[in-house]
Nanobody, 120 residues
Framework: VQLMESGGGSVQAGGSLALSCAAS????????MGWYRQAPGKQRELVAT????????NYGDPVKGRFTISRGRAKNTMYLQMNNLKPEDTAVYYC??????????????WGQGTQVTVSS
């Protein structure tokens, strides 16, 4: 199973960006998904998570009220709408999924990351 993020880029403070994550592969199902980020010299931190049905979400304190996480109808896609971006949001954003595969059972899978840069 592979996860692929897209939608990163550069924006000025106060602007918006939207990230996407799509899972591909064979014979798998996805439970919860989430976005995490890692800034230079810092540990990876939670941005937001969402359950399989999309009915429960959780956000890290720094992004509450500004970011919105959602799942696509196909359930193998996930989105992050980021509004009112701040320079401190600059980081590599990673997609994570809790995946069940016939071959390997349950496990966490990560995307390769996409860079988000916010200038002041």
């Amino acid at each position: 199973v592979q996860l692929m993020e897209s939608g990163g880029g550069s924006v000025q403070a106060g602007g918006s960006l939207a990230l996407s994550c799509a899972a591909s592969g064979r014979h798998f199902s996805i439970n919860a998904m989430g976005w995490y980020r890692q800034a230079p010299g810092k540990q990876r931190e939670l941005v937001a998570t969402i359950t399989s049905g999309g009915d429960n979400t959780n956000y890290g304190d720094p992004v509450k009220g500004r970011f919105t996480i959602s799942r696509g109808r196909a359930k193998n896609t996930m989105y992050l709408q980021m509004n009112n971006l701040k320079p401190e949001d600059t980081a590599v954003y990673y997609c994570k999924a809790e995946v069940f595969t016939v071959a390997a059972g349950e496990g966490d899978y990560w995307g390769q990351g996409t860079q988000v840069t916010v200038s002041s």
